[in-house]
């Protein structure tokens, strides 16, 4: 009966795969075929006025720091630990009109917001906009206020406006003044409502589609790593009625990268995006970066084991439409 049991279950698991493995084939569609049936889908963003919806955006910025070996006994004045912060931003936006580039203007709202930030494994700041209420939180102020931004089909955000009044407001305000300002600077809103498309000469949709981008990060006293992104169109799937692009994305190390001469840097930089090329509407984009540097010194006793310090910078970028 056990024997029979067993058989049953296996039976139905590859059942249940062959089922989804057909499934998916289904709703896989050749590019080929979807270009020649609609030569107007674009890798682009479609956007018309009166358009409106929901994100909701996360990022993380991290750094660890380890040592281990007979230093370790000696570093009295060793800081270690985690050190970093993490976001989490729902947004409302508006299309409000259309230009004469073709480029969106839009309004952003804020919504919700939460602030967490560490300082070697020590909670500096745990900010929730939905139970911290206090007027004299400039985090608090921001809620509930607008910018407007102006969009290309290729999704760079080339201009950032009306955010004067939110500046004066939290300008009054000295409780977290500083971090509320940096969240609506010209170089945050940019980066957060920014998406990583090909330019507008190259979005034809065609099979194994790549386009790419180089970006830099500043680890301090580590130096900085430039990166070339490289997008690639995966497939395209059928989902509720829409076609859905999935693109996947890998980072290559540059040569403009600096880094101090005695560390081993080992990079781990990925990504992923899906679009819905019906609608000309981003559903999600997601990238994450792991840059961990390995440095190793030799022990003044010889005959003793080395000491290695290990650091470990982290960025998350994850950004998903909810409504």
Same mark, same amino acid.
């Given at each position: 009966?056990?024997?029979?049991?067993? +058989?049953?279950?296996?039976?139905?698991?590859?059942?249940?795969?062959?089922?989804?493995?057909?499934?998916?084939?289904?709703?896989?569609?050749?590019?080929?075929? =979807?270009?020649?049936?609609?030569?107007?889908?674009?890798?682009?963003? *479609?956007?018309?006025?009166?358009?409106?919806?929901?994100?909701?955006?996360?990022?993380?910025?991290?750094?660890?720091?380890?040592?281990?070996?007979?230093?370790?006994?000696?570093?009295?004045?060793?800081?270690?630990?985690?050190?970093? !912060?993490?976001?989490?931003?729902?947004?409302?936006?508006?299309?409000?009109?259309?230009?004469?580039?073709? !480029?969106?203007?839009?309004?952003?709202?804020?919504?919700?917001?939460?602030?967490?930030?560490?300082?070697? +494994?020590?909670?500096?700041?745990?900010?929730?906009?939905?139970?911290?209420?206090?007027?004299?939180?400039?985090?608090?102020?921001?809620?509930?206020?607008?910018?407007?931004?102006?969009?290309?089909?290729?999704?760079?955000?080339?201009?950032?406006?009306?955010?004067?009044?939110? =500046?004066?407001?939290?300008?009054?305000?000295?409780?977290?003044?500083?971090?509320?300002?940096? =969240?609506?600077?010209?170089?945050?809103?940019?980066?957060?409502?920014?998406?990583?498309?090909?330019?507008?000469?190259? !979005?034809?949709?065609?099979?194994?589609?790549?386009?790419?981008?180089?970006?830099?990060?500043?680890?301090?006293?580590?130096?900085?790593?430039?990166?070339?992104?490289?997008?690639?169109?995966?497939?395209?799937?059928?989902?509720?009625?829409?076609?859905?692009?999935?693109?996947?994305?890998?980072?290559?190390?540059?040569?403009?990268?600096?880094?101090?001469?005695?560390?081993?840097?080992?990079? *781990?930089?990925?990504?992923?995006?899906? =679009?819905?090329?019906?609608?000309?509407?981003?559903?999600?984009?997601?990238?994450?970066?792991?840059?961990?540097?390995?440095?190793?010194?030799?022990?003044?006793?010889?005959?003793?084991?080395?000491?290695?310090?290990?650091?470990?910078?982290?960025?998350?970028?994850?950004?998903?439409?909810?409504?």
């Amino acid at each position: 009966m056990r024997q029979y049991k067993l +058989n049953y279950f296996a039976a139905a698991g590859i059942l249940s795969l062959i089922l989804f493995i057909s499934g998916c084939a289904e709703n896989t569609i050749e590019v080929e075929k =979807l270009v020649k049936s609609n030569p107007d889908v674009k890798l682009s963003l *479609t956007k018309v006025a009166g358009q409106s919806g929901s994100f909701r955006l996360k990022t993380l910025s991290q750094r660890k720091v380890s040592i281990e070996g007979p230093a370790k006994e000696n570093a009295l004045n060793f800081e270690g630990g985690q050190t970093g !912060n993490k976001i989490e931003m729902v947004f409302d936006y508006l299309v409000e009109s259309i230009n004469d580039q073709g !480029n969106a203007i839009e309004k952003i709202i804020i919504k919700e917001l939460k602030y967490y930030s560490e300082v070697r +494994n020590e909670a500096a700041l745990n900010f929730d906009s939905s139970k911290d209420k206090n007027p004299n939180d400039a985090l608090s102020a921001l809620i509930g206020y607008s910018y407007t931004i102006e969009v290309t089909s290729s999704g760079k955000v080339v201009n950032v406006t009306n955010t004067d009044e939110i =500046l004066s407001e939290i300008k009054r305000i000295p409780s977290n003044n500083e971090i509320a300002t940096g =969240l609506i600077s010209e170089s945050s809103i940019k980066s957060r409502h920014s998406v990583p498309l090909p330019d507008a000469n190259d !979005n034809d949709l065609k099979s194994d589609n790549t386009w790419s981008e180089v970006v830099s990060f500043n680890f301090d006293r580590m130096g900085s790593s430039s990166f070339e992104k490289i997008y690639k169109l995966e497939k395209v799937k059928k989902t509720g009625g829409n076609l859905n692009a999935a693109i996947s994305m890998i980072a290559i190390p540059s040569a403009a990268s600096s880094t101090p001469s005695i560390a081993d840097v080992r990079p *781990t930089y990925t990504g992923s995006m899906e =679009l819905d090329l019906t609608a000309g509407a981003l559903i999600k984009y997601q990238e994450n970066l792991v840059n961990e540097w390995v440095m190793v010194f030799p022990n003044q006793d010889q005959q003793g084991p080395p000491s290695v310090m290990n650091m470990t910078a982290t960025r998350l970028f994850d950004i998903e439409k909810i409504k």
